[in-house]
Structures are given as C-alpha cells and as structure tokens.
C-alpha cells in the first residue's frame, strides 16, 4: 500500500478525535542549529477545514487495526474498514517535512489496539522517540496513551509529548459496558492520577531547578505539561448533568486541561448497536459553553445544571439560562459589583470584564463605553446599572424575559426522514445545525 | 504654527520624530503626519522651526511601545497622528492611566488597530507555506521559499517566529511590501517582491491535500465557522485551498451514503490472551 493511501485510511480512522490543540507547551525553539521546531504560547491552527475544525497538528494513528469494539468508533474490530499501518519511520519522515513546509504545529499520533496495550504504547512512543533524539524535533507532540499501559510506558510517553491525553469516553461505567465493553472508567481514572502526579512532579522539579543558587543548574527532566480527554455526546442517554459532573470531577481531582466533547456524527460502517443519528452540534457547542463556566467564571455544575433541569437549554447560552433562573441577583451595578458578580451577567466575558474592573477606576461607565468594548448591549442592557442606565424592572421580571432573548425560528438539526432541503445553503445549515 | 511631519511609513521614523517633537512640546494638534511613501511632496523640514525650548526626555511605558508597534504597522492614514495625540496626553498631558482606559477616544482605534495587525500576524504565521526550492552545495542546509500576501506592513513583526521554528534551514518569504530572508546567522529584509519570483508548488502539496480532504469529517459541515478563521482572501496562497469547493459539494452524498449503509452486526471476540485478561480484571 502507497504512503498516499495508508495517510487516507489513518488520518480518517483519526478524525473523531476533536482535539488539535497545540497550545499551553513549555517553551522551546530550534535557535541553537540543531534540529527544527518552536512551542509555547498560543498554538496556530495552520488551517480550517469545511467542519470549522482547527487544523493543527498531523493527526493519524499508527494503525487502525484494533482488538477493541468500541461501537461509536469506526475502527472497531466489528467495523468493516480497510486497515492499514504506518511504520513508524513514515510518521516521522511525514511529519518533519510537513513542519518545514509550515503546514503544522506538530503530530497527535493516536493508535488502534493491536496485541496488547503495552505493544501498542511501545510502538507509539518510538515514534516520537525518534522525533525527538534522532531528529531534535522541537515542535508539538501530542500522545494518546491507553490506560491500561503500564506505568513505565506512560511515563515514557510524558517525557517526549507535551500533551498527553486519555480519552474516558464516555461519562458513565454503564454506558461504556453498552457500548466501549473493553474500557474501563476506574482503570481510565486511575492511569490519569498516575499522569498528574508526574505532572505535579515535573513542576516541583522545575521551580527546584530554578531555586538552585550553585551553578552548574540542574535542569529538570522534561515532561508532559497538561493532559486531556475526550467524551463522547449523544451516543449514549446520559444527561448534561452527568456529562460536566463528570468533566468537573475530572478537572478537579486530574487537573486535566481540557475536556472536548465531540458529538457522535455518522460514521461509515455503523454499529448495530448504535444506529446514527445527527451529530448534537448546538448540544455540543452549549457542553462547551457550560464546560468554559465552570473553568474560568465560578460556576458550579449544580448552578448550572439544578436537579430538576438535568440538560442545558438548546436554545440559550447556559449563562444566560442561570440569569433567567437567578433574576434577584439583577440588575449588577458595572460600577461598583465585585469581578465575581460580574462575570456572572450574560453578555459580558472576561476579557470585558477586567477592561470594565480597569476603566472604571478612573470614571464611571456608560453604555457608550461599554459599546466601545464591543458588548452585545441588547444582552447585557436587562441585567446592569450603568452610569445612563437602569433596566426597565418590569422587563426583568416579566415573564416575556426568556422570549426577548430567543433567536428567531429556525431548522436546527437534520431530519433524516424529511426531504431534501432545496438551496445547498440551506442543505449545509440542515446538515451541520449551524446557526 | 503648523508642522509637518514626512516620514517613512515605519515605527522606528515614528518614533524618532514623535520624540523629536515631544522634546519641543509639539502640541498635537500642530502636527500633520505625512507618509513620505504615499506623496511625491518633497517638503524640506524645517528643524529650527520649533518655538520652544527641548524638554528631557521623557519615558512611557512599554506597553505603549508595544502598542505603538503594532499601529504603526496598520495601513490607517490617521494612525500617526493619534498615536502621537496618545503619546502627548500620556507623558505632557499627565493623563498616566489612559492605556488602561479601553473606551477612550484615542485608545480605542489604536486598540482596535493593533489587534487587526496582531492578527494579521498570527494568520502569517499560520498560512505561510514553505516550498522546498533546494540544497545548498556548501553546507547541505534545504532551502524554502514562501510567498505571502498580508494585509499590513507586518514582515519585521512576523519574522522572529519563522527564525525561532525553523532556524536549521534557509528560507525567503516574499510579500509585496517587505522580504525577509534567514541564513542561519541573520534575518535580512529586502522590498517587496512578485508572486512570479517565488515557486507556485511544491512536491509535498498532494500529500498535504489528502491529509486535508482525509481529515475532514463530512457529516459536520460547517462552513461558515472556516471561513471566519480563515478567510477567502488567504485562499489563493494556500495549496488545500483548491479542494473546498469539491468538499463542500460532495459532503451531502457522502453522508447520505453513510445514512443508507447497512449496520454492521458485532464479531465474536478473538480468540486473544490481552483480552482474556483484560475480561478476568473486569470480572474481578
């Protein structure tokens, strides 16, 4: 089989996975002639394609063949799918002259299951073993690792990426006995405690490194600076609450980076178990909404997600659901309110936020500076006192409130019983549920 | 009276003569900033036509230095003279805490101006694509050349970046206002160039093509979402650029097709000992 077609078969048994971050690296370049490459800082997306997907790295797997029947998964035993394998020293030559060529920031190398874990990891660690010390590559490696590796391999792995990252999958044991019947939610968590520790351990080795006053400095071994995973939506019933407890969980007990969340779309070769759907691209996009609330503006899943409203509204940000909820809190004076309590009003992000907490100390805001800083004012107008500005009370305690903010009517996600829509437009919006 | 202030459409002529007119206490009002490369003009200055008497110098934070950079680089014909108005009222007018006042009448171009060239100087660090034109005899290092097209007059901005990543091979990268060219020791700038003097392919943009086409996931047709990342007008530079269109068309029958596939029934597990004792752990 030709390189052109193993990359065909490999790079579309890859791309389920939604993550191609290149971001959040230590920092390191090629300047001393040795070798190519630079990260740290922002990550660039080299390219889009037509999904609006990023595209960062050189994301293959080194084989799609694989022992495991995953069923949301186009690569699983069951599958029908041409296989094909890489060696390891075409990912790397692949690799290297993509990054001269600036097409990438680097490889995610992922890979089926093939004999047992251990082989599989082995196989994926030479790959960016040869990168690294035959090649002095110094741009972004991103490895998938299998929890049932032994910690030795992990361990290897985390000294040549920068990422590293384990998918869970999906957020409950039960629904993976359904439908991953291989993976196991106590073997996945425990493998990412393993993982944090090293991180952990890497940090303290880095800030001892720096405190040693006698030269020559001892520089800390490298390691892996963040880890990440992936689960699955709408493959399985579990609710939105289960979904970002377990994410939430997830980021506090693993420190994980991230958590993406890629909604199951058509595969070719589907399950039995698993017929397809439409992909939930707005359940997805408010999973990500919810998901940035609970990481950078203090929420809590229970605020945002209460018992008796176990998914998030697909109709409204999950911001502004929580202010329809919660309307006592309201209005929030932008002049005066704690940056807690601001970050809490739909509309306002926190970059917005820290430009209101700078300028208002040296005068008192209106809404024609809060337009200068490009806030959507009909959103945020219900919610805030401003220096010109008192919200109409009537309208924040109507009832119409949530009607004030719903978008127009529109076809949200594909119907496949219903006929074909008309424009490609249209036939485009249909598919995707963009809106 | 009136100054006129000529210089060459650069921050480093910027700042020398804002500092220079800073120095006689220039108000900004007296000021008209011209851009000695877009007028035939060739008004003398007159050095000695400053009334007052030079001020010490006077310092300004970096980060308006910072700022100042990237508005010079914009295209905008005002910038030279709001920055300097900005300048002004930040050492002279005592208004100290304006860089930190977004919605101020002058912060808010050069904010806005500055984030358009930052931006424009990540997509160049993003869709710059290097063709391999050779060998050097000498030393063995490959050589690239790119071409590019940015929207502002960012070359100096967006050069360290290419040096760091890919300081072990030469490479060019030709705009039409600025060249940049790395060696291995040194960066050296040149004026622009045309499309015709650097290569229109190279032997690897099939490959990336399939990487491209193969990576695309047709069943999440999001077209809009691409496009306000990587707007059509970088298309024309970029090799997978050519397959969009065909992409676009024929993602409709592609999940159509995947709809209409019969489902697969489950295999038996094989017969594989990893398995039996990944089956024993969980039983366990």
């Not at chain 1, 880095?206 to 390691?223: C, G, L, S, Y």
């Not at chain 1, 907490?357 to 009909?378: E, F, G, H, I, P």
């Not at chain 2, 160039?193 to 990487?211: C, E, G, I, K, V």
């Amino acid at each position: 089989m030709g390189l052109t077609r193993k990359l065909e078969i490999l790079a579309d048994a890859a791309k389920y996975d939604a993550s191609c971050a290149s971001s959040g690296a230590a920092r390191k370049d090629s300047r001393d002639g040795k070798g190519i490459g630079s990260t740290g800082g922002m990550g660039i997306c080299h390219s889009y394609t037509p999904d609006g997907r990023c595209v960062s790295l050189l994301k293959v797997l080194l084989t799609n063949a694989c022992l495991y029947d995953c069923h949301y998964c186009i690569n699983r035993r069951s599958s029908n799918v041409q296989r094909a394998r890489f060696t390891p020293e075409e990912v790397v030559q692949l690799t290297l002259d993509f990054y001269k060529r600036n097409y990438i920031e680097g490889l995610f190398l992922s890979s089926g299951i093939v004999r047992s874990a251990d082989h599989t990891m082995e196989q994926v660690i030479e790959v960016a073993r040869q990168l690294r010390e035959v090649h002095h590559f110094r741009g972004y490696i991103h490895l998938k690792t299998i929890p049932e590796a032994s910690q030795a391999l992990i361990d290897k792995a985390g000294r040549y990426a920068d990422r590293i990252s384990i998918n869970i999958e999906l957020p409950s044991q039960q629904s993976l006995d359904r439908l991953a019947p291989e993976k196991n939610l106590t073997n996945t968590k425990q493998a990412m405690h393993g993982i944090r520790q090293r991180i952990d351990e890497s940090v303290e080795a880095k800030k001892a490194a720096r405190q040693i006053v006698n030269r020559p400095r001892v520089k800390a071994p490298p390691f892996a600076t963040g880890q990440s995973t992936q689960m699955i939506v709408g493959a399985d019933d579990s609710s939105d609450a289960l979904v970002l407890h377990r994410a939430d969980e997830l980021y506090r007990d693993v420190r994980l980076r991230r958590v993406y969340y890629s909604g199951f779309s058509p595969i070719p070769e589907p399950s039995v178990l698993l017929p397809i759907k439409p992909p939930p691209l707005v359940r997805e996009h408010r999973l990500y909404q919810a998901d940035w609330l609970l990481r950078f503006y203090g929420f809590d899943v229970g605020e945002l997600l209460p018992k008796e409203e176990p998914n998030l509204d697909l109709d409204l940000d999950p911001k502004l659901a929580w202010a329809l909820r919660n309307r006592a809190v309201f209005p929030v004076d932008i002049n005066r309110a704690p940056q807690e309590l601001l970050w809490r009003i739909p509309g306002l992000g926190t970059v917005n936020v820290a430009r209101i907490l700078a300028a208002r100390r040296w005068s008192r805001l209106t809404l024609a500076d809060l337009q200068r800083m490009r806030v959507n004012l009909k959103k945020v107008m219900p919610f805030i006192l401003a220096a010109d500005h008192r919200p109409r009370i009537a309208l924040l305690e109507s009832t119409n409130l949530r009607q004030h903010f719903l978008p127009g009517p529109r076809q949200l996600e594909l119907n496949f019983n219903a006929p074909p829509p008309t424009t490609p437009a249209d036939a485009a919006m249909a598919l995707s549920g963009q809106i | 009276m009136t100054h006129t202030a000529q210089i060459h459409p650069t921050f480093e002529a910027w700042r020398s003569k804002a500092r220079e007119l800073l120095r006689h206490g220039v108000a900004p009002e007296n000021v008209d900033w011209v851009d000695a490369s877009q007028t035939a003009s060739l008004l003398a200055e007159e050095p000695s036509a400053y009334q007052t008497a030079p001020n010490s110098a006077v310092k300004v934070p970096a980060d308006f230095l910072r700022l100042a950079a990237n508005v010079c680089a914009h295209t905008d014909e005002r910038r030279f003279a709001i920055l300097y108005r900005l300048l002004h009222r930040l050492t002279l007018g005592g208004e100290k805490h304006l860089l930190g006042m977004p919605s101020d009448r002058d912060m808010h171009p050069c904010n806005a101006w500055a984030k358009a060239v930052s931006r424009d100087i990540h997509k160049m660090h993003a869709f710059v694509r290097f063709r391999l034109v050779g060998v050097n005899e000498q030393n063995g290092r490959e050589q690239f050349v790119a071409w590019f097209e940015p929207e502002y007059r960012i070359t100096r901005l967006a050069a360290p970046f290419f040096e760091k990543r890919f300081a072990s091979m030469d490479w060019s990268i030709l705009t039409p206002d600025e060249c940049v060219s790395w060696d291995g020791e040194k960066l050296t700038f040149i004026p622009g160039m045309s499309r015709h003097d650097a290569p229109a392919a190279d032997a690897h943009d099939d490959l990336w093509r399939t990487y491209y086409r193969s990576i695309f996931n047709p069943a999440r047709l999001k077209v809009q979402a691409m496009q306000s990342e990587m707007p059509m007008k970088y298309w024309k530079n970029l090799p997978e650029a050519e397959i969009i269109h065909d992409l676009i068309a024929s993602s409709e029958t592609r999940v159509r097709t995947m709809i209409a596939t019969p489902e697969r029934p489950v295999k038996p597990v094989p017969n594989n000992a990893y398995l039996r004792t990944l089956r024993q752990r969980q039983e366990s």
